[in-house]
């Protein structure tokens, strides 16, 4: 028998399984091998020459999947890489992470998507599957190559133009039309673009009394309201992104009663931040969509409690100083979200008691996972914590709370709205088809990437 490469073996021993039960948990070769009572896989012969990490206090879920990253490359690389990028999501708990198209040149043909996955695929941090964009340059004329993309090497299943509408109907249709061929998703950045010109917080009391022009709830319920009809007419998957107003969670709430096939995200900066933030005028708080109203956070984390909202997805979005540190008219919209993303959800619905792990496992893995389709084959994500599948792990320490700082992050930018605070929850390792990219808390270098090639699966 040849010696086993213990790269991607590890037993971990005594962690609370979604939170729950206690158990030692046995992956050999990248696949789960046992799950069984704590204390016991110790004494399992297979156990014998692989790593153990003590998981005593710990939570272990499922590697994360996050359905919306800026990575930045091609074009930002001051601000993000691939590299960097996917470093800083293992150092969040994600095991995937899908790469928005909104980069330089637009990922709107299969050469720019099938860089990225390579990128991603040489990075050996995170899966990385890259989001095509629905129109030409993302300027909302014309189509992109859709089809091309998704029988690209990186088999594209979502697409966006995020950052911007698909305001068009016309060209919306189109799309949705257009995904079915391969079940794919749009998913919609929801902004009216007449409603929002020149817009720069959250239109209400704060914007009226701080000077900063409005940007009104309607401006994205609007496109909502349209999108999930269009959707029932044309039979197709609608994905809605960063949903943040109370308006629109009853909107998706409204869709799905009719059993339309919607799905819906929140960030954790929505659950979790108000437009009060403005006040300030700190730029770390300028965010697209605007960081809304109490009443809001109020009503996306009751969306998400009871799954009118499907997903939590981070909208890291890194931006470099000069685009950050200016003042907050002249400002990018965006914030960083990788590594702080399980710590808010903690904060704002584990430890209000709104949410399980087992929720948080549902909402960060296995339905983002589903929405992307990349929860099938071989290099699955956002699979059950079960004998066969595929080992990607997440332990978190619920008890531990830290200060951020954002200059310690694994992210290249800075402009997370949580310096400074304090947060629950921290990721004390991933496991990436039972290799380890973080451990003790700390990113670990790949020592050569796993094989992961999306074209076979
Ligand atoms: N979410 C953001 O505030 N910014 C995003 C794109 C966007 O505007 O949605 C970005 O790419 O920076």
């Known amino acids: 028998m040849s010696p086993?490469?213990?790269?991607?073996?590890?037993?971990?021993t005594g962690a609370a399984l979604l939170g729950e039960d206690l158990r030692d948990v046995l992956v050999l070769d990248g696949v789960i091998a046992a799950i069984a009572d704590a204390g016991t896989l110790a004494a399992d012969p297979r156990a014998a020459?692989?790593?153990?990490?003590?998981?005593?206090?710990?939570?272990?879920?499922?590697?994360?999947?996050?359905?919306?990253?800026?990575?930045?490359?091609?074009?930002?690389?001051?601000?993000?890489?691939?590299?960097?990028?996917?470093?800083?999501a293992?150092?969040?708990g994600f095991t995937a992470v899908h790469a928005m198209a909104n980069t330089t040149p637009v990922a709107d043909t299969a050469g720019v998507v099938e860089q990225v996955w390579r990128l991603g695929r040489d990075a050996g941090w995170v899966d990385v599957f890259p989001v095509g964009a629905v129109s030409v340059g993302l300027e909302g004329t014309q189509l992109a190559e859709l089809g091309a993309m998704a029988t690209s090497a990186a088999r594209v299943r979502v697409f966006s133009d995020d950052?911007?509408?698909?305001?068009?109907?016309?060209?919306?249709?189109?799309?949705?039309?257009?995904?079915?061929?391969?079940?794919?998703?749009?998913?919609?950045?929801?902004?009216?673009?007449?409603?929002?010109?020149?817009?720069?917080?959250?239109?209400?009391?704060?914007?009226?009394?701080?000077?900063?022009?409005?940007?009104?709830?309607?401006?994205?319920?609007a496109i909502i309201a349209r999108d999930v009809?269009?959707?029932?007419?044309?039979?197709?998957?609608?994905?809605?992104?960063?949903?943040?107003?109370?308006?629109?969670?009853?909107?998706?709430?409204?869709?799905?009663?009719?059993?339309?096939?919607v799905t819906a995200e929140v960030t954790p900066h929505h659950?979790?931040?108000?437009?009060?933030?403005?006040?300030?005028?700190?730029?770390?708080?300028?965010?697209?969509?605007?960081?809304?109203?109490e009443a809001d956070v109020e009503a996306v984390r009751a969306g998400l409690a009871d799954g009118t909202i499907d997903i939590v997805a981070t909208d890291h979005a890194p931006h470099s100083r000069e685009d950050k540190d200016c003042e907050w008219d002249a400002a990018a919209f965006g914030m960083t979200g990788l590594e702080t993303a399980v710590g808010v959800v903690q904060a704002a619905m584990v430890d209000t008691g709104r949410m399980t792990w087992a929720d948080v496992a549902r909402v960060m893995s296995a339905n983002p996972a589903r929405i992307g389709r990349v929860d099938e084959g071989p290099t699955a994500q956002g699979r059950?914590?079960?004998?066969?599948?595929?080992?990607?792990?997440?332990?978190?320490?619920?008890?531990?709370?830290?200060?951020?700082?954002?200059?310690?992050?694994?992210?290249?930018?800075?402009?997370?709205?949580?310096?400074g605070a304090e947060l629950p929850g921290r990721v004390v390792a991933t496991f990436l088809r039972g290799r380890a990219t973080v451990l003790d808390a700390r990113p670990v270098a790949p020592a050569g990437a796993t094989a992961f090639d999306g074209a076979d699966a």
């Open 4 to 12: 086993r490469t213990t790269t991607d073996s590890v037993l971990v």
């Open 49 to 88: 020459d692989v790593r153990h990490v003590d998981g005593t206090g710990l939570v272990l879920l499922p590697g994360l999947v996050d359905l919306h990253t800026h990575l930045r490359e091609p074009g930002r690389e001051d601000a993000e890489t691939v590299l960097s990028g996917t470093r800083a």
């Open 90 to 92: 293992a150092a969040g």
């Open 163 to 221: 950052g911007k509408c698909v305001h068009d109907p016309v060209l919306m249709r189109r799309a949705l039309e257009y995904v079915k061929a391969f079940d794919g998703v749009v998913a919609q950045h929801a902004q009216e673009p007449r409603l929002t010109e020149g817009a720069q917080m959250h239109e209400g009391v704060v914007s009226a009394e701080i000077g900063l022009r409005g940007w009104p709830a309607v401006a994205e319920e």
């Open 229 to 261: 009809l269009l959707a029932e007419h044309v039979g197709s998957r609608l994905h809605v992104c960063h949903l943040s107003t109370a308006g629109s969670v009853e909107i998706i709430r409204w869709a799905k009663s009719r059993g339309l096939p």
């Open 271 to 293: 659950l979790f931040l108000t437009d009060e933030h403005a006040r300030g005028y700190d730029p770390v708080f300028k965010v697209n969509p605007p960081l809304r109203t």
């Open 384 to 419: 059950p914590l079960a004998v066969g599948e595929p080992a990607n792990l997440t332990l978190i320490d619920p008890a531990v709370r830290a200060v951020v700082v954002p200059r310690e992050q694994a992210t290249q930018s800075e402009n997370s709205p949580y310096r």
